[in-house]
């Protein structure tokens, strides 16, 4: 239950209906009833410190795994199962950025029509939560009136808002119209259904904010959309009836009031499905789907050995996440893992009986640690059937530290003279140096990936290649100097780059842009709160929503 939280709506004909407060005790509610009168409603807060200068809004599409979730809410699986919306397009390294800014092309028009056919026709058939909205009997095919009352109650959680008197006249005479040709009733909620998630209201997530007088470079997101951000942040799915109440009846007004509902919603199982796709699509994760090495070097290689390694380090996520809740740098720096059969062969330990998995430890005799030891890393960064330092370092590099690297001139060779005796990759990449274009950007990517040329491009540990010894030391710019990659993945969790590199990935994850001059002061502080607060990303996921940088957007210039 969220904290003063109103009473779920009865679903039966508007006329009559009352809103009645329920206070639930937490710290944020104003009082037990009958403690006298309320306290005043809280001055709107205007953010502080460096100039904010947020972004003007932008509609962003759903994306795929938020239609789908939604579809599940509020129709059911059997309908989620239908739905095939299209696919999300990435623009700057995240989905939702390319969800803000990448206009919807004919085919997607297409295909959304296609996904709520589908999932109109599995909702009618399958009735698993109509009745959640059919408050009424209908009387035969052509009843407007029972139509019309599902299409409202329907409608008005699809759009995350109450459905207009002009919409639900339209959207009621297209179900007539189909109940009619087909003599059902069915039919009517089925062509109804449909057109409610063809609609921009649902397909879209929009926001628009409301006047700050205080602050007329800004806009306060309504409490709706305040609701709708947070939801499909934290939930990966549209807000629920309760949430939406909440938001009505003047329960996320301060940032007090907002964090209160936040831990409701990260306390919710869907939350940690929430982070696990953050990380999927930040870690480059879902890449294993489809990742191929070469059959010859690798034959262990196998579309479940690449699963189980996607699963590994969810399952590490979780540990520190949610079970833990610990320091979040312990991701990239612990000494231990979860293995299954296969996993544990590759690495070398003893295997947990089939089907299982089991916490282990890391090798003593193996320089891994965190994320950056285990395979779905070293696999993904990593060519088909050689290592790469330069991809490892470029990701450690950008997606770590936020540090952008240009990509290489078009006229660049990395082809070797054969009498060039490199045996290893530390020597040829050092002969490669040496064309002055070329060297810029591979001192900042090569001696962080070189730390890892005790793994193969499967992430199997070697200490050899092609019988020389492999020396994986090096610098990272000022933390010092590493043994190994394990020394390395202590220097980069402790590096304050790293800490800052989080909460901006966290920040375009939640916002749909890449951060803005004006939002840079709102960083810094998110930063430091962050760090204060043992860098717990669970606590930090709720600081954040009610933050000025999550509830605020800018003006049109």
């Known amino acids: 239950m969220y904290p003063r939280l109103v009473q779920r709506r009865p679903l039966r004909p508007r006329a009559g209906l009352l809103l009645a407060l329920v206070f639930s005790g937490f710290v944020a509610c104003a009082g037990e009833l009958g403690d006298g009168p309320a306290a005043p409603p809280p001055t709107p807060e ?39 919306p299209p696919a999300d397009q990435p623009l700057n390294g995240f989905d939702l950025v390319g969800a803000a800014q990448l206009n919807v092309g004919d085919l997607a ?37 029972c139509l019309e009352i599902f299409l409202r109650n329907f409608g008005s959680l699809a759009f995350r808002r109450p459905v ?22 069915d039919s009517a909620l089925e062509y109804g259904i449909a057109t409610i998630l063809q609609s921009p209201s649902f397909v879209y997530q929009v926001e628009v904010g409301e006047p700050v007088p205080e602050a007329p470079s800004l806009r306060r997101l309504t409490p709706r959309e305040l609701a709708t951000r947070m939801s499909f942040f934290l939930n990966d799915t549209t807000p629920d009836r309760e949430l939406l109440d909440l938001a009505d009846a003047g329960g996320l007004e301060s940032p007090e009031d907002v964090r209160a509902a936040a831990k409701v919603l990260v306390a919710r199982p869907a939350a940690e499905g929430a982070v696990s796709a953050l990380y999927d699509e930040l870690l480059g994760l879902r890449r294993l789907a489809t990742l191929t090495k070469s059959n010859e070097l690798y ?15 969810l399952r590490l996520l979780a ?56 395979a779905s890393f070293l696999s993904t960064q990593a060519h088909i059937e050689l290592t790469s330092p330069t ?65 193969d491009a499967i992430g199997r540990h070697r200490l050899t290649e092609n019988g020389v010894t492999i020396d994986p030391s ?25 800490t800052e590199c989080l909460v901006r990935s ?32 669970r606590g930090f996921l709720i600081h954040l929503v009610g933050s000025a940088a999550f509830r605020y957007v800018g003006v049109e210039k």
Not at 128 to 138: G, R
């Open 391 to 455: 991809l490892r370092g470029k990701f450690i590099r950008e997606r770590l530290l936020c540090q952008s690297i240009n990509p290489p001139p078009n006229n660049v060779t990395t082809e070797f003279p054969d009498n060039a005796n490199l045996k290893t990759m530390r020597e040829r990449l050092a002969y490669h140096q040496e064309n002055p274009s070329c060297a810029g950007c591979h001192s900042l990517t090569d001696p962080l990936g070189l730390s890892f040329e005790n793994f």
């Open 46 to 84: 205007v953010p502080k410190a460096k100039p904010f200068e947020p972004p003007a809004p932008t509609m962003r599409r759903l994306l795929a795994r938020h239609y789908r979730n939604s579809i599940g809410d509020l129709l059911g699986p059997t309908a989620q199962a239908a739905a095939i």
């Open 319 to 374: 540990d520190v996440v949610w079970k833990k809740n610990s320091d979040f740098t312990e991701f990239f720096s612990s000494d231990h893992t979860f293995v299954n059969a296969e996993l544990a062969a590759l690495y070398g330990i003893a295997q947990p009986p089939a089907g299982e998995w089991q916490e282990v430890s890391f090798p003593a005799d193996q320089p891994r640690a965190g994320f950056f030891g285990q």
């Open 109 to 145: 028009v297409v295909e959304y029509e296609k996904s709520a056919r589908l999932v109109a026709e599995a909702a009618v058939e399958a009735d698993e939560k109509l009745d959640d909205y059919l408050a009424c009997v209908p009387t035969g095919a052509e009843d407007g009136a």
């Open 474 to 498: 090096g610098n990272f710019d000022k933390q010092g100097s590493f043994a190994d990659g394990a020394e390395l993945a202590q220097l980069i969790a402790g590096d304050p780059a790293f």
């Open 164 to 185: 207009t008197d002009v919409e639900a006249k339209e959207l009621t005479q297209i179900g007539l119209a189909a109940g009619k040709v087909y003599s059902s009733f």
């Open 506 to 537: 966290v920040l375009r994850a939640s916002l749909g842009h890449l951060e803005t001059e004006g939002e840079e002061g709102a960083i810094e502080e998110l930063s430091g709160e962050f760090t204060n607060g043992g860098r717990r990303l």
């Open 299 to 313: 034959p262990e290689f196998t579309p479940t050995l690449a699963a189980s390694m996607r699963e590994e380090t």
